[in-house]
């Protein structure tokens, strides 16, 4: 959805109520501008997965706007919220099944070096 993660975040919302399992994807910092879509879809108790990558620093040539820094506490105060972040890809494979099948938002972030 380019960079309308508001839309991101609803579009999620309402294909799970129709019975979907949507894995809402882009990069970390960006969840940062649907938190308010993200705490009214907890407050529903819409239940879906937020996958953030280019996580945490040093994430090369992407640059600083880029770093998914201040997201983690973002998502911790989201209203039982569930943060996964793997430490490697065979982690990354393990969790993506847990959270297919965990309740509520879960939030999966993932580093990429360069």
């Known amino acids: 959805m380019y960079v309308a993660e508001q839309q991101l ?3 999620a919302v309402g294909l799970q109520v ?3 399992l949507p894995f809402a994807s882009t990069f970390a910092a ?3 501008r649907a938190h308010d879509f993200i705490r009214m879809a907890a407050i529903s108790r819409a239940s879906i ?3 953030g990558s280019h996580a ?3 994430i090369g040539q992407n640059g600083p706007s880029q770093m998914g820094l201040e ?3 973002m998502m911790r105060a989201v209203h039982g919220s569930t943060d996964l972040y793997p430490s490697d890809a065979a982690s990354a494979a393990h969790l993506t099944d847990i959270m ?3 309740p509520g938002i879960r939030d999966f972030r993932i580093f990429v070096a360069r």
Do not use: H, K, M, N
Request: proline share 5%.
């Open 56 to 58: 945490g620093v040093s």
């Open 30 to 32: 960006f969840f940062t």
């Open 49 to 51: 997965p937020l996958c």
């Open 71 to 73: 997201d983690i506490s």
């Open 18 to 20: 129709r019975g979907y």
């Open 9 to 11: 975040v609803a579009a």
């Open 100 to 102: 297919a099948d965990l």
